[in-house]
């Protein structure tokens, strides 16, 4: 019930959002990975992301390795985002950036990762290119990393 009244009050929100004042910054796909059902701190984070310019497209939670790379695909994502509320879901995680080596897609984009049991170190043993603690420093992190990437 909680995570519906996050989205309803985001609903409500997002909009009033001025789109003419906001720097348009890169397209993010955004998910919690497959087995895990937890989505406020990642509503929150896309919400965030939206306020700074990001294009989002949130695939919601339970959400397979493949479709986040799929839907990168799909809509000419720079970055995708992956949550994990559960410990037993953090190898979600690892999924994702398998898939990608596994296809060949791992450099194009810039992989996030975060949620309650996630760590830097966990990120760093997975190959991630970054792990953020809260939704905010998660908005921090993907700003730093859009700019970086822009300059190369």
């Not at 609903?11 to 087995?35: E, F, H, W």
């Not at 992956?82 to 296809?103: E, R």
Request: charged residues 25%.
């Amino acid at each position: 019930m909680s995570a519906d009244a996050m989205k309803a009050g985001m609903n409500i929100l997002l909009p009033k959002v001025s789109k003419d004042r906001i720097q348009k910054r890169g397209i993010a796909v955004v998910g919690t990975v497959k087995g895990d059902i937890h989505e406020i701190g990642k509503n929150i984070l896309s919400a965030l992301l939206t306020a700074a310019g990001f294009d989002v497209h949130d695939l919601g939670c339970d959400v397979q390795a493949s479709e986040f790379v799929r839907r990168a695909e799909e809509v000419g994502a720079n970055m995708i985002l992956a949550s994990a509320l559960m410990t037993t879901t953090l190898p979600g995680q690892k999924d994702i950036l398998d898939y990608l080596a596994s296809v060949g897609k791992r450099d194009k984009y810039v992989v996030l990762v975060g949620g309650g049991p996630t760590t830097a170190e966990w990120s760093e043993e997975i190959g991630a290119d970054g792990y953020a603690e809260t939704a905010v420093d998660g908005v921090k992190l993907a700003l730093k990393m859009f700019e970086e990437r822009r300059k190369r």
